[in-house]
Every structure is written in C-alpha cells, then in structure tokens.
Nanobody
Framework: QVELVESGGGSVQAGGSLTLSCAASGSSDSRLRMAWFRQGPGKEREGVAV???????RYAETVKGRFTISQENGENTLTLYMNSLKPEDTAKYYC??????????????????WGQGTQVTVSS
C-alpha cells in the first residue's frame, strides 16, 4: 500500500517559483514510477512530469524548461521545482504513483495511487 501526501502549494506572482513535495510511504519497490498531474479550473487532469525507477523523466511541453521533477530522501520524497510560473499554471497539483508499470507515460488511468492535491495559484 502506498500513501502520498503533497505539500508546498500556495500563491505566487507570475515569474515566481514554488516547490512542491510529495511524501510517499511504503516500499519504493512498489512505486515503479511517480508523477505530478494538475487540474485547472474547468479543465481535465493532465500530466505535468513523470520519473521512473531508472531516473528517466518526461515533461509536458507546457512546462518543459521551467519545471524539474526529482526523487529525494531515498526515493521517499517526490519534488517538483517550478520556476517562471505563469497564470496558466494555476491548478490543483496531484502526486501519483504506479505500482504496476514502468515508463514515462501520462496515462492517467494507470496510476493507482493518488494524493489529495495541493493548490497552486499564479497571479498576473
């Protein structure tokens, strides 16, 4: 069983930075890949960044070059460093883990563990 708890959301002006953290419980062997998703107001949930057990990463085109995903603390913490934030980055950000598949896809339905989310608001 995996439990995910996000923290670090908040409000920031455009151009600013935020760091999101996701504390993961359970064995890292049960988390073959981990990802950040987000859901903006009136929008569907979308993939932001994913990292697998080999350290391979993938980013959505909208955040590439501005966001960085990493695993720390013996892979028990998933971090998302967000720089040069834009108003369109405003969303609730969710940490997700997949215990069944490797790879760096944003196939949302295949991630079987989810956190409760943390709100990020970027003002212009």
């Amino acid at each position: 069983q995996v439990e995910l708890v996000e923290s670090g959301g908040g409000s920031v002006q455009a151009g600013g930075s935020l760091t999101l953290s996701c504390a993961a419980s359970g064995s890292s062997d049960s988390r073959l890949r981990m990802a950040w998703f987000r859901q903006g107001p009136g929008k569907e949930r979308e993939g932001v960044a994913v990292i697998d057990q080999h350290g391979t990463t993938r980013y959505a085109e909208t955040v590439k070059g501005r966001f960085t995903i990493s695993q720390e603390n013996g892979e028990n913490t998933l971090t998302l460093y967000m720089n040069s934030l834009k108003p369109e980055d405003t969303a609730k950000y969710y940490c997700a883990a997949d215990s069944r598949r490797m790879g760096v896809g944003f196939d949302l339905s295949r991630y079987n563990y989810w956190g409760q989310g943390t709100q990020v608001t970027v003002s212009s």
